[in-house]
């Protein structure tokens, strides 16, 4: 049951889009309006800079 929760919340974890909140929260951002329109680390990297996209 235990490995269970934890596959739970490595999935709940991962569905987070913090590409797109850090963009927003902190650079007011919305990293799917630049660059190639996706949230991946790649674009977020390009767009907001190498602190964000680490």
Same mark, same amino acid.
């Given at each position: 049951?235990?490995? #269970?929760?934890?596959? $739970? @919340? @490595? #999935? $709940?974890l *991962? &569905?987070?889009? &913090? @590409? $797109?909140?850090?963009?927003?929260? +902190? #650079?007011? /951002?919305? %990293? !799917?309006?630049?660059?190639?329109?996706?949230?991946? @680390? /790649?674009?977020t +990297? !390009? %767009? $907001?800079g190498?602190?964000? *996209?680490?």
């Amino acid at each position: 049951m235990e490995n #269970y929760v934890i596959i $739970l @919340a @490595a #999935y $709940l974890l *991962g &569905s987070i889009p &913090s @590409a $797109l909140w850090i963009g927003k929260l +902190f #650079y007011g /951002t919305d %990293v !799917r309006q630049h660059g190639s329109g996706n949230m991946g @680390a /790649t674009n977020t +990297f !390009r %767009v $907001l800079g190498k602190k964000a *996209g680490i």
